[in-house]
């Protein structure tokens, strides 16, 4: 199918066609959902050995008794599978509670309120605070930047990472650009991994940043490979020490996607002076973090080679369902100009462009059809992707029948956007 070159008459017989195989969808009464970035219970199962572990053994290895108050920045060994999962020094790790997404409002609030350094470094002193975001994107880093009032500003997304170009002169331009959000390795949703020269130029944007500019390097995918012949992500915190630029990046990742997505152990990494102006923060908010779950996540993963033969097994479950949505696109679109996607080799996501201005139209279709899709938008700041292409398939959950199923109506979808949106 090529729709630029196609006369009406093509175009007409077409929309026949997909209007009946349309119709032939709704009498099914589907009901199927791509729309959930979460591990299924099959993946959650292969952590329930947590659950005992423990049997009355409390202590950590510096003789902590977990069970009681303190330890701020977390038990040394959670510290270590901090350490195991990002790829940095554990003298850099903070442990938190179950959720780096809190982690990372804690940090953009601690800069933005009180200053990551001291009180003069708060962003609130500077008026205007704005925010850069590649495109398409993680919705809740967003929601972060809103509720605090910052603004957002789109950067697109290439195969290797954020434009750096645009990145670059963006900030060269506006001294009120206090950070950009990153998801470094197989990013939400495009499934990509930066390329060492993006990593190394993100490094040196403290160099031409105004002051007190924070990367949020949220890599949340970092160990979640579908193959084992994986991308490697250059060490950004090498790259920082290189460029003498470590405080313009803190680090993020957690345990959702490796153990129980809701009661997992959250991690920042950062340069000690950053470690230091989040823990004054912490303080005022916690006499510390549940260490019994850090201790409980240590003694299930206590290795690196144990929390990659792990994530071994999240790839055999997952790899089947990427696979059937990767071939259903293949199948469909594979030399047409109906749309465009990357192929991801980890993560959780896959990120389809459709022609122009046929995202919202086939996220409804396909909702009339009975299968859910993330809303058309959702990927980009404010809910608002200016071209209206970017569809978020998230395969996880169902089972691979049902992704095969749901992909089926996904692409009828998609033409029959895209058809009659030429016709129009
Ligand atoms: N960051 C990214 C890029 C994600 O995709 C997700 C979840 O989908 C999160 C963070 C949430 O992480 P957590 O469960 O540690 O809060």
Redesign the pocket.
């Known amino acids: 199918m090529q729709l630029d070159n196609a006369s009406v008459a093509q175009l007409r017989e077409w929309e026949s066609q997909l209007t009946e195989q349309y119709q032939a969808i709704l009498a099914k009464k589907l009901n199927l959902d791509l729309t959930r970035?979460?591990p299924s219970a099959e993946q959650l199962n292969l952590s329930d050995a947590m659950d005992g572990l423990l049997q009355g053994n409390y202590i950590a290895a510096d003789g902590t008794d977990t069970r009681n108050y303190g330890g701020l920045d977390g038990l040394p060994e959670a510290k270590q599978l901090g350490a195991n999962i990002m790829d940095v020094d554990a003298a850099n790790v903070l442990v938190g509670g179950?959720?780096?997404?809190?982690?990372?409002f804690q940090v953009m609030l601690t800069a933005y309120q009180f200053g990551l350094k001291d009180s003069a470094s708060a962003w609130k002193n500077e008026g205007d605070v704005k925010f850069l975001c590649p495109v398409p994107?993680?919705d809740?880093?967003y929601t972060v930047c809103e509720q605090l009032g910052i603004k957002m500003i789109n950067v697109p997304m290439t195969s290797t990472g954020p434009d750096m170009d645009v990145v670059e002169s963006f900030i060269k331009a506006d001294s009120s650009i206090k950070g950009m959000w990153c998801?470094p390795k197989y990013?939400?949703p495009t499934g990509v991994v930066y390329s060492d020269e993006t990593v190394e130029r993100i490094a040196k944007l403290g160099q031409i940043a105004s002051a007190n500019f924070r990367v949020f390097w949220?890599n949340?995918?970092s160990v979640h490979d579908l193959s084992p012949n994986a991308p490697k992500l250059a060490s950004i915190l090498e790259a920082t020490r290189r460029h003498g630029t470590e405080d313009s990046v803190v680090q993020?990742?957690?345990?959702?996607?490796i153990t129980h997505?809701?009661s997992?152990v959250?991690f920042v990494a950062a340069s000690a002076a950053n470690l230091a102006g989040f823990k004054k923060f912490l303080n005022s908010c916690t006499i510390g973090p549940d260490k019994v779950n850090q201790i409980r996540h240590t003694r299930f993963l206590p290795t690196k080679d144990a929390l990659m033969a792990h994530m071994g097994k999240h790839a055999e479950l997952l790899n089947p369902r990427f696979d059937a949505v990767l071939t259903a696109l293949g199948k469909a679109f594979d030399g047409t100009d109906l749309g465009a996607w990357e192929k991801p080799v980890g993560?959780?996501?896959v990120s389809f462009d459709t022609r122009k201005g046929c995202a919202k139209e086939t996220v409804r279709l396909a909702a009339e059809a009975g299968v859910k899709l993330t809303p058309a938008g959702a990927t980009y700041p404010y809910g608002k992707d200016p071209e209206d292409r970017n569809i978020r398939i998230a395969p996880s959950v169902p089972t691979v029948p049902e992704v095969v199923g749901a992909m089926e109506v996904f692409v009828t979808c998609v033409k029959l956007a895209s058809v009659k949106q030429q016709l129009a």
């Not at 179950?98 to 990372?104: A, C, I």
């Not at 993020?252 to 996607?257: E, R």
């Open positions: 970035g979460k179950n959720s780096s997404l809190t982690l990372m994107g993680y809740r880093h998801v990013s939400n949220d949340a995918y993020f990742a957690s345990t959702s996607k997505a809701g997992g959250a993560g959780y996501f």
